[in-house]
């Protein structure tokens, strides 16, 4: 579709562009690490070291880099090192295959200082942390994510957002309003439970709850209408013995034919406005729903084996990928987070093969001899130090 | 260092950290700045800390800080009577004036409605404000334009549409400043809300 800006566009005419690698890292008080600056080639790259020595604060250094913010944490000040009162994390982000000199590179920065102020540039200009994202793309897959399936749905919520936040422009935004809405709405009715406000009072939060609301709901909806040919795709190449996993979008206001997610919002808002203010807090939202895994139909929370569970978390996994990649027009940076432990053989080959496909992936471990041995033998090892002097990196054998 | 802080000093420390904006690291860099400090800078401090209680009063009309009952823009009979500016802080106003823009009265609410914070709208100058209506028309210079310019925050906007819906029976017409790009920003570095907010508020030319 030539000359469209409609965001949905941009999944469906995906422009193909070349294959970028994370070049160098360099950290400075990042939790652990005094100091390190490490300099990374392509393909996968073999992370292993002892628990708790620091293999996942460099898979964090690099979420840092992409998103702006840390997946463990949302209070940035705790990233800083002990005794320390800065941290700053700076990435080159280049073209793959071009040689090293002649590569141009785009330079990343994320900086935070001891009260938690936070300065992000790209090419030494400040920009918002979405800018990082159209420079480095990275997908995570962390042994926590293996609950996702029968954890509690805030589980399920976390992940919907951050797969829907790539293919939605704002949803940052959205997400953040809706948040502070809801958490004065909730006040309010709090107060007007206790007899101390009046009721009237509520309409000033609605215009702002069901626009923020709606725009969540109606991104999450298109997501999972992205999702499912991929996630059917990778959950058949993993299980092709089993029926087809599908997603389900699982909310309490639930589209009528021709509503809209803002009309459906609005009705369900309407239709709990007794037993809300009679509760003191928001009965329906994208803050109560949840996403619904179902293999043949049949949700899978209820009956799913563990191994079952796994094949459709790692599925999911390799659809975000697809999606991804189709997206950007060239594939993320993939970091697995010790996850070959919680995989059995037949599952390990299939995200081992995606691996080899990647022009560079970051693969933490404890036991390097769990790793398929073509992937050992592919990958560049680097090993992590912990000691008294702080957390360091060696090249070397795995 | 001593396993305990003098009382004095401590007591010092905790009382600049409870400081908007001010976190225990400054609290005690400023305690340790004072210390050092030659005894009439010290003075000086707690000499301005005592004046700024006992000289500046809120004026009885608008609420902005002033040093006499009624404030030098109340009192000012050069200012345009008929147009109010209805703001969230005194420091609005300091903003506001700056600009030389802006030639009617001004009334300061002390904060937005913001439930999270116990703050309703009877914590704030909105009766005053609606008596400050009530009385000018009873007085026959009814305010031809209430401008609202609480911050264009989720509290602030909650606050405009419940000002607006008391307003309006009252005054000649009620609007709301625009939002859009900060002069000297670049379009590409702007964010989506503030872009969208520009393009939603445009006008012809
Ligand atoms: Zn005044």
Known sequence: MPGSTRARDRVVAPRSRPPTLLRSLALRNLRGYASLDLTLGPGPQLVWGPNAAGKTTLLEAIVLLALGRSHRTGADAELIRWGTDFLRVEGVVGIAGAEEEEAEGVALDVSVQAGGRKRIQVNGVPRRPAALAEQLRTVLFAPEEMLLVVGPPTLRRTALDQLAGPHTPMYGSHLTTYTRVLSQRNSLLRQIRDGEADRAQLRYWDEPFLASGAAIVAARLRLLELLAEPLAAAHLEIAPAEDPLTLAYGTNAPLLPGESPRDALARRLHETAEKEAWNGTTLVGPHRDDLVFRIGGRDLTTFASRGQQRTAILALKLAELDLLTALDGRPPLLLLDDVFSELDPLRRGHLVRRIAELPQALVTTTVPEDLDPDLRRRAHAWRVIADVEGARIEEGEA | ?205
């Open chain 2, 1 to 205: 260092m001593p396993a305990v802080l003098i009382e004095p000093v401590a007591r010092l420390i905790e009382s600049f950290a409870r400081l908007p904006g001010i976190g225990p690291k400054t609290a005690q860099r400023l305690t340790y700045h004072l210390l050092r400090a030659p005894d009439t800078e010290a003075r000086a401090l707690a000499a301005a800390l005592i004046a700024v209680r006992e000289q500046v009063v809120f004026c009885e009309r608008c609420f902005n800080i002033s040093d006499r009952p009624v404030c030098s823009i109340c009192s000012d009979p050069g200012r345009d009577a008929a147009r109010l500016c209805v703001v969230e802080e005194p420091l609005d106003v300091l903003a506001l004036e700056r600009t030389g823009e802006f030639k009617g009265l001004y009334h300061v609410l002390h904060g937005a409605i913001s439930p999270i914070d116990g703050v309703g709208p009877e914590r704030l100058k909105i009766r005053q404000l609606l008596e400050r209506a009530d009385e000018a028309n009873r007085a026959g210079a009814r305010f031809e334009e209430v401008v609202i310019a609480t911050n264009p925050t989720l509290e602030g906007e909650a606050t405009a549409m419940y000002l607006a819906e008391r307003l309006e029976p009252l005054v000649g017409s009620v609007t709301r400043i625009a939002r859009g790009l900060p002069v000297g920003g670049d379009l590409e570095y702007a964010d989506e809300v503030t872009l969208i907010r520009a393009l939603q508020g445009r006008r012809a030319m």
